[in-house]
């Protein structure tokens, strides 16, 4: 195989690679997060995108389910566990308990509405 021969296939390799590549992520775009507002209940389980009819169990999940600038709704009272929040997200509690379980107790409760709690974090 001369060198010519050898540029011409790696450059045939290369181009192959790339189609591969970018049929792969056109073919993943379901796979990718579009769930602008989830839903956790003290009742609910860590599978699926979080519907608020099929609601996770802890704001970790939920977070990953979440798109960035989406909301993460609390339904009822529970142990929601520690979340990193890694993106643009809300956490909203409207009236079913003074605060989300395993937020920091610092909030500014006093500038919030009587019947709604709401955490947001800028990424």
């Not at 979440?66 to 979340?83: C, K, Q």
């Not at 643009?88 to 006093?110: E, K, Q, Y």
Request: hydrophobic share 35%; with cysteine.
């Amino acid at each position: 195989m001369t060198l010519e021969d050898q540029k011409i296939e790696a450059v045939y390799t290369a181009l192959a690679t790339l189609f591969r590549v970018a049929w792969r992520a056109y073919h993943d775009q379901d796979r990718i997060v579009t769930n602008h507002r989830t839903w956790v209940s003290g009742k609910g389980t860590d599978s699926g995108g979080c519907p608020v009819t099929a609601p996770c169990k802890t704001f970790a999940f939920a977070l990953t389910q979440t798109a960035a600038g989406g909301e993460i709704d609390v339904l009822d009272p529970g142990g929601y566990g520690a979340v990193t929040i890694t993106k643009s997200t809300s956490i909203v509690n409207d009236g079913v308990g003074s605060r989300p379980s395993g937020l920091p107790r610092a909030m500014p409760s006093r500038s919030m509405p009587a019947r709604a709690t709401a955490f947001t974090c800028a990424a």
